[in-house]
């Protein structure tokens, strides 16, 4: 836009901004990047001053001019793929593969069962949706949104094991939405006292490898306590 964009003085400004930083992080084109924001505004009943595949093309460069590293890492997450369909070792960014395994900093890993090119050079797998077998894409931007998301679980999962362990006598943590931790406490704890507790967990990483690993990461978290997920939302 040319000028600073702030929440309160300009929410459809940010709301395009917003909108392009979820989308166009993996690969997101003009022409799905101009249907998601048409979507999402009458969604939002956000009256769009310019909703042209013109302009949706504009945000997508600018993203991508922006955030020259992301486009990058797609390009050798691109790279990588036919090197994980032959089992043989390397690494994308911080992030090792070898035998069709790529390795998260936990141990865990991301694995695509018969990963293979088709004849119109797409990458395909073998996935599961309910009981029934599909076959699932892959390219650069789809393999960086897998890698993003599930190293993005692991601060959390750390969170909710740590609170189990430390409080589990008073609490309960009972389930998550996106990057929401929800938990129960026993009434005997002061609220302040609890929701100190929930926060300090979210902001911190005790396990020892991820926190090398997440070394220099801001953490931040918001809580709120209420008598039910409803009046906390």
Known sequence: YGYAVTKE????????????????????????FASML??????????????????????????????????RFWWEAQDAIPRLAAGVSGSIGPYHYTDGKLFLPNGQY??????????NDEWV?????????????LYGPKL???I??????????DAIARLWTDYGRW??????VHDEVVTLWHESVPKEE??????????TIKDTTLSQFFSGLPLAAEVKAGASYGEVK
């Open 125 to 137: 797998y073998d996935k599961r949706m309910g009981r029934t077998q599909v076959e699932a894409r």
């Open 38 to 71: 048409r979507v999402s505004a009458r969604q939002q009943r956000i009256v769009l001053p310019d909703e042209s595949d013109e302009f949706a093309a504009t945000v997508v460069g600018a993203y991508r001019a922006a955030n020259q590293k992301i486009v």
């Open 110 to 119: 991301l694995y695509y069962p018969n990963l293979r090119r088709k004849e």
């Open 144 to 146: 960086v949104e897998n």
């Open 148 to 157: 993003t998301q599930a190293v993005a679980r692991l601060p959390m999962c």
């Open 171 to 176: 609490c309960r943590p009972v389930f998550t």
């Open 9 to 32: 003085d300009h929410p459809v400004e940010r709301f395009v901004g917003k909108t392009a930083v979820l989308g166009c992080g993996y690969g997101c084109g003009a022409t799905l």
């Open 194 to 203: 609890a929701m100190a507790a929930v926060k300090y967990a979210l902001t």
